[in-house]
């Protein structure tokens, strides 16, 4: 089979190896699809600190490649492959009490730029026909946006601000707006919040000098009762979330990206904002698979990139040299 490393900065390699032997508690699946994001740009620029090698790939699909292993998981099932999963414990490693004990696929541990892997069934959840691939690809996106919405504790008719105006922050939105919460996408990037009115997202703000007016004019003259700030959207100060919210607001610090972030909460503490922290989603799979059958909230995008196993090398040098991407432009690698 075909496995491609990342053995160290700008330097993405391929590999031959023999198929994962079975292993007790293990299925082997036939990874299909693969969708690239920033995270996997920035490890391969080495902007992320990383442990060589690593295979790269965070969301990721596949089928279930053998007979028998699981009643759950016969064999040609389709699947999604958990992002995040609780870390093993093997008994002979160092524990850091200090974080989660979740380990991210394709950062801190191998993710799923391989044809085969062997996975938990813990690790992975079916998928239904009435979500298509591209869907699929981000569940992931949508399981954080229902984790962060439950954060936020916004009632029917409440405005909330949604800083980031990147997938991850427009279906967020799309989110809200399902459950009949009224948001407001913030970014300093004209062209992805125009990508966001096309998703169906109708309030939209620049963050510029004029932001709290503006909020003010589509809120009665109130700021929101609660903000969420997009850790993996450049380009904005975390602060606005603080600055946005009415007092005793709630703000939510959200994304699968754990980039070092600054923030002064000094305007948090005069507000007496309350804080909630959200990063893993694997836990809300199932919802989100729910929510995209139902068609619940869902972005389309423009242009639809697939890329082939031999040109893997090359899309990542040129992927990573352009850090200001197009929000709604989805590049997908094609396994099969």
Not at 79 to 84: G, I, M, N, Q, R
Not at 165 to 182: D, E, H, P, S
Not at 321 to 335: A, G, K, Q, T, Y
Request: charged share 20%.
């Amino acid at each position: 089979m075909n496995v491609w490393k990342l053995t160290a900065a700008g330097r993405l390699e391929s590999f031959t190896a023999e198929p994962p032997a079975p292993a007790e508690g293990k299925i082997k699946v036939r990874v299909t699809k693969v969708l690239v994001n920033s995270v996997d740009a920035d490890l391969y620029r080495g902007a992320i600190k990383a442990k060589y090698p690593l295979i790269l790939g965070r969301f990721a699909i596949g089928i279930v490649a053998e007979e028998g292993a699981h009643l759950l998981f016969p064999k040609g099932t389709r699947v999604l492959l958990h992002a995040f999963r609780r870390e093993e414990d093997t008994g002979t490693q160092k524990r850091d009490f200090e974080e989660e004990e979740i380990v991210a696929c394709g950062q801190t541990v191998d993710g799923f730029l391989s044809d085969f892997v062997l996975v938990s069934p813990a690790d992975m959840t079916p998928l239904p026909d009435a979500v298509n691939d591209e869907s699929s690809l981000l569940l992931h996106h949508l399981a954080l946006a229902q984790a962060t919405h439950e954060a936020l504790r916004a009632q029917k008719g409440q405005h909330v601000a949604v800083i980031g105006a990147n997938l991850f922050g427009i279906l967020t939105c799309r989110l809200l707006i399902y459950r009949q919460i009224v948001p407001i996408l913030i970014d300093a990037d004209p062209a992805a919040l125009e990508y966001a009115r096309s998703c169906g997202v109708y309030y939209t703000l620049e963050s510029d000098d004029a932001l709290i007016e503006n909020i003010a004019q589509i809120t009665g003259g109130r700021l929101v009762t609660g903000a969420v700030y997009v850790t993996s959207a450049g380009g904005n100060d975390p602060s606005l979330a603080f600055r946005v919210c009415a007092q005793e607001g709630v703000a939510v610090i959200s994304g699968m990206n754990l980039r070092g972030l600054v923030l002064d909460f000094s305007v948090a503490l005069k507000k007496k904002l309350s804080l909630h922290c959200v990063w893993s989603c694997s836990d809300y799979a199932e919802n989100a698979i729910n929510l995209s059958a139902n068609h619940a909230a869902s972005v389309t995008p423009r242009r639809v990139n697939i890329i082939q196993p031999d040109d893997l090398a090359e899309f990542f040098r040129t992927y990573s040299e352009h850090p200001e991407r197009d929000v709604s432009e989805f590049n997908i690698v094609s396994l099969v």
